[in-house]
């Protein structure tokens, strides 16, 4: 497990209550079919703009061929197919509906993970804290390039608390947060993959274990944004890049629950994997990562600031 996670437990999500909706009812309405393979349990809902997959009793759906990590698991509601109304509302809807932002987004925080007395994860000489702050330079030079402003929660190899650094991205009035990471399983090498984590939504546990979240966390407030710009982010790393698909995932890592803007953490690959870690420690294949996170930070701004339709044509008019 990562070091910022949070401690696992023997409570899980059967532990919270989950109310479940009619998945097919609701799909319905959304303009979707659904073909429901009882044999195999794989259900698939289709619409002209998205296809969205999943397995009956998992938790891991795929939204246009990008894994997603559902709170709970999917299961039978009366003779239908029932899923999680916490589910409908902070994966579903915010991925597949995204709502238009109140404010533009103009300030980008890059969080370099670790750093100074924390080097985080290492194989050999390479220390995760050294290829962390490398991305976070690659990321930011290049959202320059594509008219953004950003900054860094560490410019060089020094230590700063976790509790400080979304402080320090709320304090710089940034409009987003993404902080940079790398796994590392030397006793599994065979391990490998991207994961994009955000905030557990209060009522539900993190897709890892550990305790259920009761009451909301700071990072909450932003559950549709944080989990629309995991979703763009992992999209485009796992297209570009070809790396396997761990998921958009939930966790309690502190620099998510804590912080009072979207935010999302990067896990880009595993330093312990032969074919991940040729992209992590390779200066012009991890600037390829570097684009693909700002391309999808793009995608996610243009989600946000797009004009309503309603206000398009009443423009025409």
């Known amino acids: 497990p990562h070091s910022e996670a949070a401690s696992k437990s023997t409570s899980s999500s059967r532990a919270i209550s989950n109310e479940s909706v009619d998945l097919r009812k609701w799909a319905t309405e959304k303009g979707f079919t659904v073909d429901w ?8 809902l289709k619409a002209r703009w998205s296809k969205v997959e999943m397995v009956y009793g998992s938790r891991r759906i795929e939204i246009d061929g990008v894994g997603v990590w559902l709170s709970f698991p999917i ?8 899923i999680s109304e916490k589910d409908i509302a902070t994966v579903l809807e915010p991925i597949l509906f995204p709502k238009r932002g109140s404010t533009p987004i103009r300030l980008v925080a890059l ?19 050294e290829y962390t702050l490398k991305l976070a330079r690659e990321v930011q030079e290049l959202l320059s390039e594509a008219g953004l402003q950003s900054f860094l929660t560490r410019r060089s190899d020094t230590f700063i608390d976790l509790d400080e650094r979304p402080a320090i991205a709320k304090k710089q009035g940034a409009d987003l947060m993404v902080s940079l990471h790398f796994n590392c399983a030397p ?17 539900t546990s993190s897709t890892s274990g550990g305790e259920p979240v009761l009451l909301p966390n700071p990072g909450n407030k932003h559950d549709p944004e944080n989990v629309l710009l995991a979703y763009h982010v992992q999209k485009a790393i796992i297209t570009q890049l070809g790396m396997n698909d761990r998921g958009v995932r939930r966790a309690g890592f502190i620099v998510l629950k804590r912080s009072s803007l ?21 200066d012009a294949r991890r600037k390829k990562m570097a684009q693909a996170i700002v391309d999808g930070i793009l995608a996610y701004k243009r989600l946000k600031e797009r004009v309503p339709a309603t206000t398009q044509k009443s423009k025409v008019k």
């Open 37 to 44: 393979h009882k044999p195999s349990g794989k259900i698939t």
């Open 75 to 82: 299961g039978r509601f009366k003779n239908s197919i029932g």
């Open 111 to 129: 969080d370099p993970g670790h750093g100074g007395k924390d080097p985080g994860f290492q194989r050999g000489p390479h220390q995760e804290k």
């Open 187 to 203: 006793d599994l090498a065979s391990v490998q993959g991207v994961e994009t984590f955000c905030a557990t939504p209060h009522g």
């Open 262 to 282: 979207p935010t999302i953490l990067v896990e880009g690959g595993f330093m312990s994997h032969r074919e991940d870690s040729a992209i992590i420690f390779s």
